[in-house]
């Protein structure tokens, strides 16, 4: 069962078959086992409290690439043991069902967070079904999960942002440039084509973690910009050798 708030993404889920029907919130709650949630995270700190109001025994789960807010907003309420904490840590810069890949989580790690506050057997049924869709599970708390997200995922999505947006801006005097990108500069902004209504609340909830991130991305980039305007070939080159070092986590 589906509840999908745009009309074109109810007609293409039935279409592509990812649900059999599209029902109002309610009724789909009242009829489901698990109730899984795809929203923003600015929707779901609103939307969560409102369906735990309404479960009784179901499971429910969310998918957010922010979590303390969310677990705040559901920390005292009576069912909230029925709720599960889940980040799986894969996507495209797609959205809608049109973005539906099979297989796509095979071999990704999915996060469970803050699993303590959660009902055993509501634990127990997330990680069989993320298990069997070949993701490998990581435990975290909240609050750890935001830190580290905004290291490996979020500011990944600013760069790509910021560096299309300078590219952009440049091409409007020098229109070779996209004549001319190749497979290095597509991959690096990628990212920037990801949906606006999804990013910028994950910005803004996770903004105290983004901006320790970016503040260190700046001086960085401000490294660069120092040594190659004083012609620093051997500050240059550490700082590439530095960077090379990534090898050890991506291979």
Known sequence: MGVEASNQHAEQALEYELVDEILPLNEAVAQAEVIVMAVPVNVQVNLLPQILDMVTNQIVMDMGS????????????????????????????????????????????????NRKDSDADAV?????????????????????????????????????????????????????IFQIASAGFESTVRLAKSNPEMWVPIFLQNKVNILDVLTE????????????????????????????????IIK
């Open 66 to 113: 922010t979590k303390s807010d969310v677990i705040e907003a559901v920390q005292h309420h009576p069912n909230r043991g029925r709720y599960v904490a889940t980040h799986p840590m894969w996507g495209t810069e797609y959205s809608g069902p049109k973005a539906a890949v099979r297989g796509a989580f095979e071999g990704k790690a999915v996060i469970l967070c």
């Open 124 to 176: 127990e049924w997330v990680e069989n079904m993320y298990q069997k869709i070949g993701m490998r599970i990581v435990d975290m708390e909240a609050k750890a999960h935001d830190l580290h997200v905004a290291y490996v995922s979020h500011i990944s999505h600013i760069t790509s942002f910021a560096l299309a947006n300078t590219v952009l801006e440049k091409e409007k005097v020098e229109s070779a």
């Open 217 to 248: 991305h700046i001086d960085q980039l401000t490294k660069f910009k120092d040594y190659i305007t004083n012609s620093d070939k051997e500050n240059l080159q550490s700082l590439i050798s530095d960077a090379n070092k990534i090898n050890r």
